[in-house]
């Protein structure tokens, strides 16, 4: 296998990312030296776009949205960048009861997460959630990036959702957009789906509930049948927010996409500088919320889950892992198994080997789940 880093913990040379600097192993074997280490690169990161280095707990107002429960001092924010306490009054960057969002026109097929499953795509809900059983050509999917997210992944692919609200401003390209404003692109009538995603919608989630459900009243008003609202999200969300993306979704034929990085805590907190076993207990808590709240729905799928395969640390072990408990509440879950590329933080990574990819699809078949896909599959390659 061609050498790419050294672990500075044991010394085996193989896939280790410098930001990380240890190895899968010692993730695992010796998960307290390893994060001290891991985490360091992060830091470095945070502080010069002027985000907490960590959730913050010093403060007297606490945030309930996600995992992270921050408790915000006076003038500081919250560790998704998004939340504010200014002057005793927890308040979101782009001011109170607005959004920090990109929105564009993202046409059918589109290339979501979901895709193999969307009914924008494959017709899958034909006739209730979509009116063809094909590609709906010539519609469009509101694509609404959101600034902020309660993770900080090393490798992550839209690391720019950090840098359009960079030390409280927000950049060019992102918007200081209302409930009304988002709701009236929506209701485009060739708009079929509304997806939030970014970052991660998350940390905005009290704002996208109420436009949704305003989306929702507003297009059965004008006879607009086909509206689906669509999550991407990391799934850590407190199950009450969680529950209401479920019954958005659920109501309009869309789909909860959950991005789940890793089953050993140790190597999610590594990966995402939060708190491992949080995430992964909340992970298990919501999935579990969902896959019960699916069999209400069976075609298209409510939940879908996704693996970003990142080499060295996302192994096929990690996968079965993940794949049995999920199979375990539901095997009707799909799962899509991303392929990596090098970014961010995490460019001295190859690209997901294919090799890595089959064996990752071999554990998630075996473990029971009956749909397994690879996404990204243009970006394998023989790479270890």
Request: hydrophobic letters at 35%; one cysteine or more; proline letters at 7%.
């Amino acid at each position: 296998m061609r050498v790419f880093g050294r672990c500075s913990l044991c010394g085996s040379q193989g896939l280790v990312s410098s930001s990380i600097q240890v190895c899968y192993s010692c993730l695992k074997s010796r998960p307290v030296e390893s994060l001290r280490l891991a985490l360091k690169t992060r830091a470095a990161w945070r502080s010069s776009i002027g985000f907490p280095l960590e959730p913050p707990q010093g403060g007297r107002l606490k945030c309930g949205i996600c995992i992270n429960e921050c408790r915000i001092p006076e003038g500081s924010r919250g560790f998704c960048g998004v939340w504010f306490n200014r002057g005793g009054r927890v308040e979101p960057v782009a001011g109170r009861g607005r959004l920090a969002v990109h929105t564009y026109l993202d046409p059918h097929p589109t290339n979501c997460v979901a895709a193999h499953l969307c009914p924008a795509v494959t017709g899958r809900g034909f006739p209730e959630y979509t009116f063809t059983r094909g590609v709906e050509w010539g519609f469009y999917n509101l694509a609404v990036f959101l600034a902020g997210c309660p993770l900080d992944c090393y490798f992550c692919q839209n690391w720019e959702h950090k840098t359009m609200i960079s030390h409280g401003r927000l950049s060019a390209w992102a918007r200081s957009m209302d409930v009304e404003d988002l709701v009236a692109e929506a209701l485009e009538p060739n708009v079929t789906c509304v997806c939030y995603f970014g970052g991660d919608p998350t940390p905005h989630m009290p704002l996208l509930i109420l436009a949704s459900r305003r989306i929702i009243e507003e297009s059965g008003k004008k006879g607009q049948k086909y509206k689906r609202i669509c999550w991407e999200t990391d799934g850590l969300a407190n199950p009450n927010i969680m529950r209401e993306m479920g019954k958005l979704s659920l109501k309009t034929g869309g789909i909860v996409k959950i991005d789940w990085k890793a089953w050993t805590p140790s190597v999610y907190e590594a990966l995402t500088g939060v708190s491992g076993e949080k995430a992964v207990n909340r992970l298990k808590e919501n999935t579990k919320l969902l896959a019960s709240m699916a069999r209400e729905r069976m075609e298209p799928p409510l939940l879908v889950v996704s693996i970003l395969l990142v080499p060295g640390y996302v192994t096929p072990e990690e996968v079965k892992s993940i794949t049995e408990y999920l199979a375990g509440l539901e095997t009707n879950t799909p799962i899509v198994l991303l392929a990596f590329h090098p970014d961010h933080l995490m460019r001295d990574l190859p690209p997901t080997s294919r090799k890595h990819a089959e064996e990752a699809l071999k554990a998630a078949k075996e473990s029971g789940i009956k749909e397994v896909y690879i996404g990204n599959e243009w970006l394998l390659g023989p790479y270890y």
